[in-house]
Structure formats: structure tokens, C-alpha cells
């Protein structure tokens, strides 16, 4: 069990926004930066969003990070056939003393 | 251009010991935090540990999963651009894809840069 909850699964059709969510506690997300990573079928993870909202050079600005208390969110918009993956989010947590990753959501272009 | 190659994995018995290696090249190696991830056969992904670079007051410090405390044993030669996995009494829930992954600075945060896995296969 994931102490991070993301929802299993979201869609939308080509264009539109999505919206996951990363639930924690005062002990991960509140207190520590948030990172969202893209992983396409068979492929390694990839950077999406680090330090809750920035981008690293090459993400386009269609993926957004936030944050709010001990919740985080990664927003989707313009939505392409080639954004199908999972999407997790990962904090450092504080009373584990190491990092956690969500779950994982599945993102389908419907 | 940042490069991460992982090697050493294979099949093992439980049990078992295996070592694994990340040759890393483009970059100050020593400079960066680095991490182990792994992932089940169609599971998400789990961070295994993390070692600091050595910029840092907590320059070399090691972090660990629950899941692996006691057992395996981050570490990393800065003259040779290697890091390593040190994996013993290895069980089957051990079974994964394993990557390591260079952070953004000197910590174990963040999986900036990632390679594409060594197949860790625990089995009698």
C-alpha cells in the first residue's frame, strides 16, 4: 500500500484537459516537493514536473504541476493520442526517511 | 548528453546474491545524487535507494526502502562513474525491472535522468 493515493485511471478525448490527483500527509507532500514522471509502454520513466510546478527543458508547457496542502495535481491539456501512459506521482518522506512513489494512473485517449 | 547503463541483472535463486552496475557517462558523476527504481512485471514503480553526491554536507549519505533495509547496499565509485546495487538474501518479490536514475542536484529526489533497466529474476 502506496502511503501517496493517485486515482487507477482517467480519460478524455483528443483536446481536452485531465486532471490526476496525488494525495498524501503532512509528512510527504506537504512538507516536500512533489515530481511527476510519464512512463509510455515499455518504456523507462520520464520527468514531467519537479519542485511541484516547474518543467524540465523539453516538456511542453501543455503539463502543469501544482500544489495545496497534502494534495498535488498534474494537469493535462491539449490532450494527444501519444500522452496513453501511466503517470505517477513521487515525495520524499519525511518519516519513512526515503522517497515514495503513487501508485500510478493510467491515462487512455479515448 | 547524460547516458545510464545498468548491467548485472539476471536469474538468481532465493536467497541469492546478485550485484548490479550503472556505468554513467555526460555528466560529473560525482556531483549528482543517484537512485535505484524498480518495478514489478506490471506493477508500479517502487524507489529502492539513494545515495548523495558529493556536493554536499551530507555528501555519500544512503537511503533505503523498508522493502530492502538490511539486505541491499547502495554505493558508488566516483573514479569510475559507477553505481552500484549490492542485492542480498534475495526473495521473490525482489523480481523487477531495476533502473537507476541521476537527480536533478546532490540529492535522492528526484529521477531526472533515467537508464532502461536490468531484469532482476528470483526463482528456484
Known amino acids: 500500500q502506496s502511503v501517496l493515493t493517485q486515482p487507477p485511471s482517467v480519460s478524455a478525448a483528443p483536446g481536452q484537459k485531465v486532471t ?3 494525495s498524501g500527509s503532512g509528512s510527504n507532500i506537504d512538507n516536500n516537493y512533489v515530481s511527476w514522471y510519464q512512463q509510455l509502454p515499455g ?43 501511466d503517470y505517477y506521482c513521487g515525495t520524499w518522506d519525511n518519516s519513512l526517511s526515503a522517497y515514495v512513489f503513487g501508485p500510478g494512473t493510467k491515462v487512455t485517449v479515448l | 548528453e547524460v547516458q545510464l547503463l545498468e548491467s548485472g541483472g539476471g536469474l538468481v535463486q532465493p536467497g541469492g546474491s546478485l550485484r548490479l552496475s550503472c556505468a554513467a557517462s555526460g555528466f560529473t558523476f560525482s556531483s549528482y545524487g543517484m537512485i535505484w527504481v524498480r518495478q514489478a512485471p506490471g506493477k508500479g514503480l517502487e ?3 539513494g545515495i548523495r553526491g558529493r556536493v554536499s554536507v551530507l555528501s555519500g549519505s544512503t537511503y533505503y526502502a523498508d522493502s530492502v533495509k538490511g539486505r541491499f547496499t547502495i554505493s558508488r565509485d566516483n573514479s569510475k ?11 521473490a518479490e525482489d523480481t523487477a525491472l531495476y533502473f537507476c536514475a541521476r537527480d536533478l542536484s ?5 529521477g531526472a535522468h533515467w537508464g532502461q533497466g536490468t531484469l532482476v529474476t528470483v526463482s528456484s
Open chain 2, 47 to 49: 524507489w529502492v535507494s
Open chain 2, 81 to 91: 562513474n559507477t553505481l552500484y546495487l549490492q542485492m542480498n538474501s534475495l526473495r
Open chain 1, 20 to 22: 490526476i490527483s496525488c
Open chain 1, 43 to 85: 518504456t523507462a520513466p520520464k520527468l514531467l514536473i519537479y519542485e511541484d510546478n516547474k518543467r524540465p527543458s523539453g516538456i511542453p508547457d501543455r503539463f502543469s504541476g501544482s500544489k495545496s496542502g497534502t494534495s498535488a495535481t498534474l494537469g493535462i491539456t491539449g490532450l494527444q493520442t501519444g500522452d496513453e501512459a
Open chain 2, 106 to 110: 546532490t540529492a535522492v529526489t528526484t
